[in-house]
């Protein structure tokens, strides 16, 4: 959503009378339908303490035992009443740990088997063995919050002496709050337990998972959380989308293990990994003298961190240390950090920054509104800089002993475009780089227009509105964190927002070209009705 700004309109507030008031309650009261069901599809794993298969019966009169380890994925239509096992990957093993020459799928014929949903809670499943001796396999799903208990028997028929009979009994466990990990059906994240599991899988490394609820973390002190990616050598490289949720009360405290954040290492060079849409608030990390530490990322090798932001925050380490991100390597994209950024070492290479501590790669269209102290090579935005820098500014607080600077402590080659920083917030006496301005000329729309950036309501720049500013009162600010129904100047849902959306209440006409009736148009239907009013109101009440 692009918010209108006093940069390039203006808008004065009407009063508003009682018939319109009446109207527009009438029209919030009314209720929306319900989306039906859809197919949900999970991933479980057997618990193998706690999951057997019996195997009995032929000439010899067997009794075995064998435990099961693995998962398999399910598929259940609520809307059409049937299920079914998409995949199964498990083995059988006796109790000295000798594999069994089939596997579980080889003997029940799961994915051969037809589900029906018998309520919300009990799947029975039902066919044939491909064995060629046509036993009965029948097998029933009791589903519980987050688990299941899966039984079933396999029958011979009755002419058949010399064949087995096959009882199992299993506890199984849903992966993480359901979802299969590939692209199109990530695994969903609802719980501190959920993203403190991630850790303990690297197997699930290179999966896709998408956080549906804002998680707290605070039960986790010291080194019990589990970092998410350890180094080059098992880095995260799969995708991580935040969902617009945040993640609070992370904390972290270690005497110097290197990549150190909710995420250790991310990314490969042929491999990249993605971290996006995901805020951090209320969190501390300090890691001692180790190096690469963020509260995101200690390091991105590869890949992205794009629409994330930090808040809040305390972040501490021995070099390559930065609010966000330790090291970059990789595509940092309209992420900001605010909070306190330290390091305790005293190298000149690396250094600490209120966004990154070093970068290699590109940072584009960031800011930083932190506070930054070092001994060697400290900046509001970032401590050195060997890659690229573009649109982005820090309005940091900085003090150091060597190499410091408002915007970057030291320039190691690579490039720094279209970028400031604010002298009036800057702190102790900084070196002049040409890019230092005042506070007023940083919250003036014409210094960033002038030097490219890409605002709302402009085209010169580009029309991907990214920025935008209320001159005078704030600096430039992501549109993204632009809360939608926040149409207007000063930031922040007021009536003034509210009297904004009713003078364009019933327009019909909203389409890209005007951008969607100047906002309104929230749900981008075409028309501005009862469902953008209701969205509205949701934020507004939230805000408070």
Known sequence: MAKTSEVLILFQPRLLSAKSITRLLILFAVCVLSKPAEAEKSVYAFEPNQSTVIKTGGFAGVNEIYYITGRFQLNVNSDTGVASFETVDAAL???????????LNEIFNMTGLAGTVVDVTIVKFQGQTTDGTQSDVRMRLTLRDGSARLTGKITPPSNSADLF??????LVTRRYGGGTGEPNNPFLIYTAEHMNTIGTEPNDWDMHFKLMANIDLSEYKGTDFNIIGIGFANPFTGLFDGNGHTISSFSYTSAGKPYIGVFGCVGLPLNKGEIRDLGLLDSAVDAGAGECVGLLAGSLHDGTIANCYCENFSVSGGNKVGGLLGDNGGQVIACYAAGDVSCVGGMWYGGVGGLVGFNSNTITDCYAASKVTGNSTVGG??????????NCYSRSTVSGTENIGGLVGMEWGGTIRGSFWD????????????????????????????????FVRESANGTKEIWSICEGTNYPRLVWQIVPGDFVCPDGITTDDFLFFLEHWLDNNCNSSNDYCQGTDLDRSGVVDGNDLEIFLENWSAQR
């Not at 093993?93 to 596997?103: L, N, P, Q, R």
């Not at 009979?165 to 299993?170: M, S, T």
């Not at 935005?381 to 573009?390: E, I, K, T, Y």
């Open 93 to 103: 093993a006796d109790v000295t740990g000798s594999a069994y020459h089939h596997s």
């Open 165 to 170: 009979f096959y009882e199992l009994d299993a």
């Open 381 to 390: 935005l970032l401590g050195m800089n060997s890659g690229h820098v573009v």
């Open 423 to 454: 002298i009036s917030t800057g702190g102790q006496a900084l070196r002049d780089d040409g890019r230092g301005r005042t506070t007023a000329e940083m919250q003036t729309a014409s210094t960033f227009l002038k030097a490219g950036w890409d």
